[in-house]
């Protein structure tokens, strides 16, 4: 049997885990032994007596940054040297997390995630421990953990025995490269708006080919760059 998928997550905020992922999905998986967690606190790095973990920014301006030397340390402590798990670095300016990594991911060992805080981390500990910068979206966030759990769960749901295993995965909006179809249930009837007729037909290629249009039709007017993409 293949190894479960392993997390390591480095964080100033260690309460903030499992958070969402120790519930639900994710965290029956967990549970059950389909995936693990550990989580690192950077703080037991920090220097001094107060465990001093960030400084003010080479050449002013407002903010403090993640020193290079208590980060790397803390990695160095959470993360032997042999690991091939992907490592990334959550943080605004990296490389957008799409549906397509996280099933790399999925089939991959498991990933290494450091959670950024205040304005960031010191530059040089980037390429100094080989970490991807990873962005969940073009929007700042106060610290990596949340963006963390967002990467962590798209990747959990896709874990073999995770989910039924009915292949409602595959058709999930972005894993065709189109936007989902509309879902409707019961009531046939509600607030004046019926289910559409084709879906109570009992055709299942009409069925099909409806769910193929309207697909097409959403990701056409809604993401008109996914659809560029999809017509390749
Ligand atoms: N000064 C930085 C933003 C720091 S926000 C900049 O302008 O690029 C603090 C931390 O939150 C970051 O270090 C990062 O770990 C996390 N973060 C913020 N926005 C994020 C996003 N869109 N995706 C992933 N992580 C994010």
């Known amino acids: 049997m293949m190894e479960a998928f392993r997390a390591t997550v480095l964080t100033l905020m260690p309460d903030m885990f499992p958070g969402a992922l120790g ?3 994710a965290g029956d998986a967990l549970q059950r032994g389909l995936w ?20 003010t920014p080479a050449g002013g301006g407002p903010g403090m940054v993640i020193r290079a030397d208590v980060l790397a340390a803390a990695i160095d402590a959470a993360v032997p040297t ?3 798990r992907p490592r990334f670095l959550l943080s605004p300016r990296g490389r957008v997390f799409d549906q397509a990594l996280a099933r790399g991911l999925a089939g991959g060992p498991g990933a290494v995630l450091v959670c950024g805080r205040f304005e960031g981390v010191d530059e040089r500990v980037i390429a100094g421990r080989g970490l991807q910068e990873l962005s969940i979206g073009d929007y700042v966030l106060s610290g990596g953990e949340i963006a963390a759990q967002v990467v962590l769960d798209a990747v959990i749901r896709l874990l073999p025995g995770v989910m039924g295993g009915d292949g409602s995965d595959l058709e999930e909006s972005h894993e065709q490269g189109l936007l989902e179809y509309p879902h ?10 019926d289910i559409p007729a084709i879906l109570t037909s009992g ?3 009409a069925i099909a080919r409806w769910r193929q249009e309207q697909a097409e039709a959403i990701t056409r007017i809604r993401r008109p760059d996914l659809w560029a993409k999809y017509r390749r």
């Open 82 to 84: 042999e690991d091939t």
């Open 36 to 55: 693990s967690l550990a989580v690192k606190d950077i703080r037991d790095h920090g220097i001094g007596r107060h465990r001093a973990v960030d400084d």
């Open 23 to 25: 519930l639900s999905l």
């Open 184 to 193: 409707y249930t019961r009531p046939r009837s509600w607030e004046g708006g």
């Open 203 to 205: 055709n299942h290629a």
